[in-house]
């Protein structure tokens, strides 16, 4: 099977899961919906983004965004027989998703090729540091080996979360604050659920490349 077509069968488990499990993700979701929308609130509240406010409550709210995708990855995590707290899975995930970051945007800044193949090849480094208790160091070399076994699923997977990063600067150019908020709520409806169902398949993908 290749890429593309297990990339969508493992993003159809995932929204399937979400699904049947309503009580387990609801949480989640309204959590990010509420997330998603407390930056576009602050010109209707008339805080400036130079001000201290505002960036203290970014921060804050990209924490709370990293505790409440945590927890989705440490129910995946029992889910396949594992176990872990959540004081160790946050910390750890958010700092090897701000390696990872760091290392994307180097190759970018060097040239688009090295920038895309650390998106591709490094993608699965935050999971390897939260879902592999074996693993003590190395996590990016064992990325690498797990992409190798299938480079076209990794990469839809990490081509698409790269996407959703982005999409939020769709609305930069709307300039009036109660538009820009009704579109961005409108938005974050459907990317919300969307985080948590790539969220799901991301974990499922590592989980299939580790016993492949």
Known sequence: MNGLKLFWNFLKDAVSEILANKKTYLGAFVSLILLSNVESLYPLLGVSEDSGLFIFMTILSTLVVFIVLSQIVLVQKKKHGGAGELGFFVPTFL???????????????????????????????????????DAQDGFFKKSRELVRKNVGLVAWASVINLFMECSALLFTPIKNPLIKSVANFAFSIPDSFLTIAMTIATVKIYYYLKNS
């Open 95 to 133: 700092l090897y998703n701000l390696y990872y970051s760091f290392v994307f945007f180097l190759g970018l800044v060097l040239l688009i090729v090295p920038g895309f193949y650390a998106l591709i090849y490094f993608s699965m480094v935050p999971f390897i540091a939260v879902l592999d208790d």
